[in-house]
């Protein structure tokens, strides 16, 4: 029976990445204590499959079919891929298949940071999951970025590329940490980008001091046949913001998944994404919010355009703490299908010990609006055009909220640019 | 000029225009009244192009082109605009930008040179001082949170831009009260002129009072069954429609 095979497959998958690291082992950076204790989680649990509840919708099936390789030490200028990075006029870190690239880079004069080793931090630990596990055993670099407490650092924009220069396929599990003292500002823009098989498993920790901002934004335009695996541990404290927003359009099979934790009264999060798929991608966003302090609100607008064959996957998990009374949790996925054989999977899940709470969750699956249509056509809008108008504006709500103005102008020009794949 | 020749349209099995023959010469407006189901809003989605609707027979030409044929978008850009009888809401699309789209679509399909942000801007704003509208329906979204009248104005709008050679109004009058009712008729008559012609759908002859219809046609069960001068609009208002139908019978 097939369902005996699975976890075989992913657990020789597990075995290949293990005897990597054991090959690995004395000269990866850092503590290796750490390292041993995410091989030994690894070792005896494998990577996560179907049966459990939190991977239902996203089998590592065909993650588990490819060999991956060590990348090699990258000496190319990548400037191909580095012309789809847009021009920001701020400093970037620039990633190449999961190393520093120093030649490549500009580094941030009003934050500190560290490049050159995994920046661990304390948040994402191996114990709590598997792909973190997998992240620590393997990580072999990454930005430790900090701010110090009431300096705004503008922006910083970090850029992950993968490429496709080893001839085979390569596997990369960068470390980033950025902590910000109390009443820090900063925002961090995260592009990437690639061409070929690769699997990208990053791993991002951000610690937000009381009353301060962190402002996350995220394009992820992987190589269509990338395999994508991001984890993000936020934790905010009294007074503070995590404005996170996930554009993600590459990848042949992604996840992105982000725990955030409001651990003092008045915290903030908003956890907006919006997902634009096509073929046979798959792509899930899951978000784990735990409300542990009172008076904090939690905010997730998800919108997911799907066509071709795509599948797409949220689940929002809310969890409200028996201290965390007066929160105020919104969460809703709205999915627009423009194709009949697409799939969207939406899963809501509320835990509510408090009391004195405010949660709401909705879903909602549907086409484009055959009236809406209409209206533009009759108004001389060609079919085309028009649909575009109405997917834009679909994704109005999630966009919204953006106020940086060169993130939002290289957003719609990726939606854009997407648009035309489909319409080609 | 358009010139409808026996047009017969159903939705599915159910025949709902039943040979409607109507010529409407350039620079005229003729109205068209009747009962509710008698046909009237099919008339105006068959000529603007709504899918849904099959036409099983007869034809309808705009200045010699067979309109029937054409995409929505195609009859737009020839001039053909249909003023919605409830207009649609489109959430997250800006009135400038829906408007300035539309008409760059339309110019872009004739050949002619698109117009830029500032004079669209420009354009737009003098044609809602005509029709009372506040320069910020131009930020809000579509029809939006719109009320009965502002939509309907919305549309006079649209056409006042977008300046269609055939406009088609389908009960563009109802939820109006009297004050919008004659800011809407001012605007479509302030379009009149020898290359623009006009099909009023009316269940009141009120709206007749404002735009003064230089032919009027009375459709009932998918069939024209009269057609007179404006003076025939006031004998429906006074003897309802059950005579006239019953007299053609």
Same mark, same amino acid.
């Given at each position: ?30 503590? *290796? ?79 500190? *940071? ?311 | ?60 030409? /705009? ?56 004079? /669209? ?24 949170? /719109? ?103």
């Amino acid at each position: 029976m097939s369902a005996a095979l699975k976890p075989t497959a992913l657990q020789s998958s597990a075995l290949a990445f293990l005897s990597r690291f054991e090959g690995l082992r004395a000269r990866l950076p850092g503590d *290796v204590a750490i390292r041993d204790e995410a091989a030994g989680i690894l070792r005896s649990t494998g990577l996560p499959g179907p049966r459990e509840e939190a991977w239902r919708y996203t089998h590592l099936r065909s993650l588990a079919e490819v060999e991956f390789n060590e990348p090699l030490t990258p000496v190319a200028d990548c400037a191909d891929l580095l012309s789809r990075i847009p021009d920001f006029d701020a400093p970037r870190l620039i990633f190449v298949d999961g190393r520093f690239r120093d030649d490549l880079s500009t580094v941030p004069s009003l934050a500190a *940071v560290r490049v050159g080793g995994p920046a661990f931090g304390a948040l994402a630990q191996p114990a709590s999951e598997k792909l973190v596990a997998l992240n620590t055993m393997l990580a072999e670099d990454g930005a430790d970025i900090s701010v110090p407490a009431g300096v705004d650092a503008g922006t910083v924009v970090l850029v992950s590329l993968g490429t496709d220069l080893h001839g085979r396929a390569v596997a990369f599990h960068p470390r980033h940490n950025i902590s910000l003292g109390k009443g820090a500002k900063l925002t961090l823009v995260e592009i990437a980008v690639g061409d070929g098989v690769y699997l990208h498993n990053p791993v991002l920790s951000v610690a937000v001091s009381p009353e301060a901002t962190m402002t996350h934004l995220r394009i992820q335009d992987e190589s269509r046949s990338a395999f994508v695996l991001s984890t993000v541990y936020a934790d905010v404290g009294e007074g503070g913001t995590y404005d996170s927003f996930l554009l993600a359009l590459g990848g042949k099979l992604t996840r992105a998944e982000i725990h955030a934790r409001l651990g003092g009264p008045n915290a903030i999060a908003h956890l907006n994404a919006a997902q634009l798929l096509a073929d046979h991608q798959h792509a899930d966003f899951t978000t784990i919010v735990s409300h542990d302090a009172p008076n904090c609100a939690s905010r997730q607008t998800v919108k997911t355009v799907l066509s071709g064959k795509s599948r797409g996957v949220f689940q929002g998990k809310i969890e409200v703490a028996r201290v965390a009374q007066k929160t105020d949790g919104y969460q809703m996925n709205q999915a627009l299908l423009l194709s009949p054989d697409c799939e969207m999977d939406s899963k809501p899940q509320l835990e509510i010990y408090a009391d004195d709470v405010k949660c709401s969750h909705g879903a909602t699956v549907g086409e484009l609006d055959a009236e809406q249509l209409f209206y533009l056509r009759s108004r001389g809008v060609p079919a085309a055009e028009a649909r575009m108008m109405l997917v834009r504006a679909f994704l109005d709500e999630a966009l919204e909220p953006i106020t940086h103005e060169a993130t939002r102008t290289a957003m719609e020009h990726a939606i854009a640019l997407w648009w035309e794949r489909q319409a080609a | 000029m358009l010139e409808i020749k026996n047009l017969e349209a159903a939705i599915g099995d159910k025949a709902i225009l039943r040979g409607i023959d109507l010529v409407v010469p350039k620079g005229e407006v003729h109205a068209i009244m009747g009962p509710n189901g008698s046909g009237k809003s099919t008339l105006s989605y068959v000529l603007s192009g709504r899918p849904g609707y099959d036409v099983t027979g007869g034809t309808a030409t /705009f200045d010699g082109h067979d309109l029937l044929s054409m995409e929505p978008e195609e009859r737009a850009a020839l001039g053909v605009f249909l003023a919605f009888q409830y207009p649609v809401e489109l959430p997250g699309v800006g009135n400038a930008n829906f408007l300035r789209t539309a008409l760059n679509a339309q110019k872009r399909a004739r050949g002619e040179a698109e117009i830029d942000a500032p004079g /669209f801007l420009k354009l737009a704003r003098a044609e809602m001082k005509r029709l009372s509208m506040p320069d910020d329906m131009l930020k809000r979204n579509v029809n939006v949170g /719109f009320s009965g009248g502002e939509k309907k104005r919305n549309e006079v709008l649209q056409m006042a831009i977008l300046k269609p050679k055939l406009a088609i109004l389908d009960e563009t009058d109802s939820g109006l009260d009297i004050d919008a009712l004659k800011i809407v008729a001012d605007g479509v008559n302030s379009q009149r002129g020898p290359d623009f012609s006009a099909v009023v759908i009316t269940h009141y002859q009120r709206l007749l009072d404002y735009i003064v219809p230089d032919r009027v046609h009375v459709l009932s069960a998918g069939r024209i069954i009269r057609s007179g001068g404006p003076e025939l609009a006031l004998e429906l208002e006074a003897n309802g429609y059950a005579a006239i139908v019953a007299e053609a019978a």
